[in-house]
């Protein structure tokens, strides 16, 4: 990882108003990871962006696990086929 600060789980919960018991549940069920030293659990920071957007889907539009496990996958598939349509674009290139 290219950043490799850690966040305290407790401190992210109360920064993002999140219950401790939601978060818990994510890493449970497979959608995020946590760090564990010394009986603590920590976020690594590269994955806020991914966290939020998780949390998100479950506060705002009230999706459950599964279902977010689905649209995460589905956007990593479009994210896939994305990068490989520009390399094929590219690639092309090279014949005009």
Do not use: W
């Not at 305290?8 to 978060?23: G, H, S, T």
């Not at 030293?37 to 976020?43: A, D, L, S, V």
């Not at 999706?63 to 994210?79: F, H, M």
């Amino acid at each position: 990882m290219e950043n490799t600060e850690l966040i305290i789980v407790e401190v992210f919960c109360a920064e993002y108003r999140v219950e401790p018991a939601l978060i818990e549940e994510l890493n449970e069920f497979g959608l995020i990871d946590f760090v564990q030293t010394n009986g603590q659990n920590y976020i690594h920071s590269d994955h806020l962006r991914q966290i939020e957007k998780i949390i998100q889907f479950h506060n705002e539009l009230n999706i459950n696990k599964e279902g977010i496990e689905v649209i995460l996958d589905l956007l990593e598939r479009i994210n896939t086929a994305n990068q490989h349509a520009k390399y094929l674009q590219d690639k092309l290139r090279l014949y005009e």
